[in-house]
């Protein structure tokens, strides 16, 4: 989009030239600190084209700089207005339907439910994942309503953002069902390691507050709008990585059996713990629906690729975990552990054998 | 110190034999177009040969007509900031010596094109090169910052846990997508941010492990060079 013509140019502040400047070479990268009020208050006005910057923008980068800096539903508004212009980038417009999955509201929701049918397939993929980020029961029919799309990782965006929805809206159970189904189209059955095989293990500890909410603040990135406890949750290390499990704050210590079997639940999210900078990434979700002997367990990566799945079976007054790898080029490894009323007690084998990767093609230009 | 044989360096280092072009066997560029390279063949040859590491670049949904994500400009102006790098690189005795150009088709890439932090974790877990060189895949949006890589990444690619490999939009200007490159190379190479806007390594004023560069952050002190030479990416002396 032209960043010239209209309304004279004005010069912008420095920490905002900084964010969004294309030419001057000086921007944030590995995150964007917040902009002050004032900064704000321009930088909408520059992605409205109400004004025109005095240098060349990034309006990718100057979208990012915005929806960190503001999460108000002017930022949805103006995040919406960018989205739904088809003479935007498809990467500016990615970057906005990103931008309103972090904006729970229904701005946001309508913003994106607008442009579900945009031709652009990135576009598309995006904001699909970011309504099963903010999307509400009505999302849910519209998102019913998509066509499957022909790519198996866009089915499985998809489906994962249907289950989401219908699992955090509280759905009835047969939609509820609808929705896991879908998912496991293609999964295949959860293979553990073969008992005298090399493996590895590793084990879960419980970890409560004051560090649980410090964690929670440390994480970056979507919580898929669910509210986790800062009471309680689980750190376990794997390889050279540490991951933490935030369990749904629905679950209440000395009643977790009873929380996880009332309803289908997003029960928790793992998140992957840089060593250096600490921050937290959610990568993996932890969906639990009851069945009458106990629970169906999957968890999906981020995009709804399933990673493990598995089932937690009742046994006297607690459950008991199994779970193995469900998705198509993972290594081998189980999941297992009990749940009792006021405990969680699990381990991950994980196979010495390598996930399956691609290598892409050589260049022979 | 001795003269150096460009046959000979170029066969025992980078395992090419005549007849040779200097700048795709030697530099190992794959397209043409502009350089405006400083670094001189032989102060190449001299870095390549000890504290050298190798890279794997991916083009994330590219197709070799140009028909998928990326533009030729696109793809001269990775090039363009590998060679950045590389001169970035050069003042404290760092090599970049042998290049690794692959691509992932479009039908392949998936959704990978446009990816989030966790995403791009996802992207090094289901694509890796050749062991003995760091991956940078280039995508075309990165939707939650300019580029995501670990600090003192792993070597193996079978690793388990964390992002094995540099993850970079392209749209940046070819020298800034340089100090771009440099600077999460330099993470995955064990540099932490510097708290000095002129470090390639940049600035984290306020620690919260989010650093910043500009067209300025091209310089690397001694002491992150060591630390570079250091990792476990760096190949044996040729």
């Given at each position: 989009m032209s960043d010239t013509g209209g309304p004279p140019a004005h010069a912008l502040s420095r920490p905002l030239s900084q964010a969004i400047a294309a030419d001057a070479l000086d921007c944030p990268v590995d995150g964007l600190p917040p902009l002050g009020a004032d900064d704000v208050a321009d930088l909408k006005r520059i992605l409205r084209g109400e004004t025109t910057p005095a240098v060349p923008i990034d309006r990718a980068r100057a979208i990012r700089a915005l929806f960190r800096s503001d999460r108000s539903g002017e930022t949805s508004?103006?995040?919406?207005?960018?989205?739904?212009?088809?003479?935007?980038?498809?990467?500016?417009?990615?970057?906005?339907?990103?931008?309103?999955?972090?904006?729970?509201?229904?701005?946001?929701?309508?913003?994106?439910?607008?442009?579900?049918?945009?031709?652009?397939?990135?576009?598309r993929?995006?904001?699909?994942?970011?309504?099963?980020?903010v999307g509400s029961a009505e999302a849910l029919d519209r998102l019913k309503a998509v066509p499957d799309p022909r790519s198996p990782r866009a089915r499985r965006q998809l489906s994962l953002s249907r289950l989401v929805i219908a699992l955090r809206a509280g759905a009835g159970a047969q939609e509820i069902e609808e929705a896991r189904r879908a998912l496991r189209v293609g999964m295949r059955e959860p293979v553990a390691p073969e008992p005298d095989a090399p493996q590895r293990t590793f084990e879960s500890t419980l970890i409560e507050a004051p560090e649980v909410r410090e964690l929670l603040g440390m994480v970056d990135g979507s919580m898929y709008g669910i509210s986790l406890s800062d009471e309680v949750g689980f750190r376990v290390p794997c390889g050279r990585a540490t991951y933490v499990l935030f369990l749904n704050s629905l679950l209440k210590r000395g009643r977790f059996v009873e929380g996880v079997r009332s309803k289908g639940l997003v029960a928790g999210i793992l998140g992957a713990q840089e060593r250096v900078t600490r921050r937290v990434t959610p990568r993996y979700l932890v969906l639990s629906t009851p069945t009458p002997k106990g629970l169906d367990l999957l968890v999906t990566r981020t995009d709804g690729e399933p990673a493990f799945s598995g089932e937690a079976a009742l046994e006297g007054d607690g459950l008991r975990l199994t779970l193995g790898t469900a998705g198509e080029r993972g290594a081998p490894a189980r999941v297992d552990g009990t749940l009792s009323g006021s405990d969680l007690r699990w381990r991950l084998v994980v196979s010495g054998e390598a996930r399956q990767k691609g290598h892409g093609r050589e260049i022979r230009a | 110190m001795a003269s150096i044989s460009v046959k000979a360096q170029a066969s025992s280092c980078l395992g090419v034999s005549p007849p040779?072009?200097?700048?795709?066997?030697?530099?190992?560029?794959?397209?043409?177009?502009?350089?405006?390279?400083?670094?001189?063949?032989?102060?190449?040859?001299?870095?390549i040969r000890t504290n050298a590491?190798?890279?794997?670049?991916?083009?994330?949904?590219?197709?070799?007509?140009?028909?998928?994500?990326f533009t030729i400009d696109e793809a001269r102006r990775m090039q363009f900031a590998v060679d950045v790098m590389r001169e970035l690189y050069s003042q404290v005795g760092v090599g970049v010596r042998k290049l690794f150009w692959r691509y992932i088709p479009v039908a392949e890439a998936g959704g990978y094109t446009s990816v989030d932090a966790s995403e791009a974790t996802d992207l090094t877990e289901d694509f890796s090169g050749p062991n003995d060189g760091i991956d940078v895949f280039f995508v075309t949006t990165v939707t939650d910052a300019g580029g995501w890589s670990n600090v003192q990444g792993p070597c193996d690619k079978d690793e388990k846990g964390e992002r094995t490999g540099a993850v970079l939009e392209v749209g940046n200007s070819a020298q800034f997508l340089g100090i771009l490159l440099a600077h999460e190379v330099g993470h995955y190479l064990g540099l932490p941010h510097a708290g000095d806007i002129t470090n390639v390594m940049g600035d984290d004023s306020d620690g919260d492990g989010i650093g910043s560069i500009n067209g300025s952050s091209v310089n690397l002190t001694t002491s992150q060079g060591n630390t570079m030479k250091s990792h476990c990416s760096i190949r044996p002396s040729c």
């Amino acid at each position: 989009m032209s960043d010239t013509g209209g309304p004279p140019a004005h010069a912008l502040s420095r920490p905002l030239s900084q964010a969004i400047a294309a030419d001057a070479l000086d921007c944030p990268v590995d995150g964007l600190p917040p902009l002050g009020a004032d900064d704000v208050a321009d930088l909408k006005r520059i992605l409205r084209g109400e004004t025109t910057p005095a240098v060349p923008i990034d309006r990718a980068r100057a979208i990012r700089a915005l929806f960190r800096s503001d999460r108000s539903g002017e930022t949805s508004d103006v995040l919406g207005r960018v989205l739904a212009n088809q003479e935007e980038t498809t990467r500016a417009r990615a970057v906005a339907a990103y931008g309103l999955g972090t904006i729970p509201g229904a701005e946001s929701e309508r913003a994106l439910v607008r442009n579900l049918s945009t031709e652009d397939d990135t576009v598309r993929s995006e904001v699909v994942t970011a309504l099963g980020r903010v999307g509400s029961a009505e999302a849910l029919d519209r998102l019913k309503a998509v066509p499957d799309p022909r790519s198996p990782r866009a089915r499985r965006q998809l489906s994962l953002s249907r289950l989401v929805i219908a699992l955090r809206a509280g759905a009835g159970a047969q939609e509820i069902e609808e929705a896991r189904r879908a998912l496991r189209v293609g999964m295949r059955e959860p293979v553990a390691p073969e008992p005298d095989a090399p493996q590895r293990t590793f084990e879960s500890t419980l970890i409560e507050a004051p560090e649980v909410r410090e964690l929670l603040g440390m994480v970056d990135g979507s919580m898929y709008g669910i509210s986790l406890s800062d009471e309680v949750g689980f750190r376990v290390p794997c390889g050279r990585a540490t991951y933490v499990l935030f369990l749904n704050s629905l679950l209440k210590r000395g009643r977790f059996v009873e929380g996880v079997r009332s309803k289908g639940l997003v029960a928790g999210i793992l998140g992957a713990q840089e060593r250096v900078t600490r921050r937290v990434t959610p990568r993996y979700l932890v969906l639990s629906t009851p069945t009458p002997k106990g629970l169906d367990l999957l968890v999906t990566r981020t995009d709804g690729e399933p990673a493990f799945s598995g089932e937690a079976a009742l046994e006297g007054d607690g459950l008991r975990l199994t779970l193995g790898t469900a998705g198509e080029r993972g290594a081998p490894a189980r999941v297992d552990g009990t749940l009792s009323g006021s405990d969680l007690r699990w381990r991950l084998v994980v196979s010495g054998e390598a996930r399956q990767k691609g290598h892409g093609r050589e260049i022979r230009a | 110190m001795a003269s150096i044989s460009v046959k000979a360096q170029a066969s025992s280092c980078l395992g090419v034999s005549p007849p040779l072009s200097v700048r795709r066997h030697v530099f190992g560029y794959v397209w043409g177009g502009s350089m405006d390279r400083t670094l001189s063949l032989k102060s190449h040859l001299n870095l390549i040969r000890t504290n050298a590491f190798n890279v794997c670049v991916f083009l994330v949904g590219h197709e070799e007509d140009f028909s998928g994500e990326f533009t030729i400009d696109e793809a001269r102006r990775m090039q363009f900031a590998v060679d950045v790098m590389r001169e970035l690189y050069s003042q404290v005795g760092v090599g970049v010596r042998k290049l690794f150009w692959r691509y992932i088709p479009v039908a392949e890439a998936g959704g990978y094109t446009s990816v989030d932090a966790s995403e791009a974790t996802d992207l090094t877990e289901d694509f890796s090169g050749p062991n003995d060189g760091i991956d940078v895949f280039f995508v075309t949006t990165v939707t939650d910052a300019g580029g995501w890589s670990n600090v003192q990444g792993p070597c193996d690619k079978d690793e388990k846990g964390e992002r094995t490999g540099a993850v970079l939009e392209v749209g940046n200007s070819a020298q800034f997508l340089g100090i771009l490159l440099a600077h999460e190379v330099g993470h995955y190479l064990g540099l932490p941010h510097a708290g000095d806007i002129t470090n390639v390594m940049g600035d984290d004023s306020d620690g919260d492990g989010i650093g910043s560069i500009n067209g300025s952050s091209v310089n690397l002190t001694t002491s992150q060079g060591n630390t570079m030479k250091s990792h476990c990416s760096i190949r044996p002396s040729c």
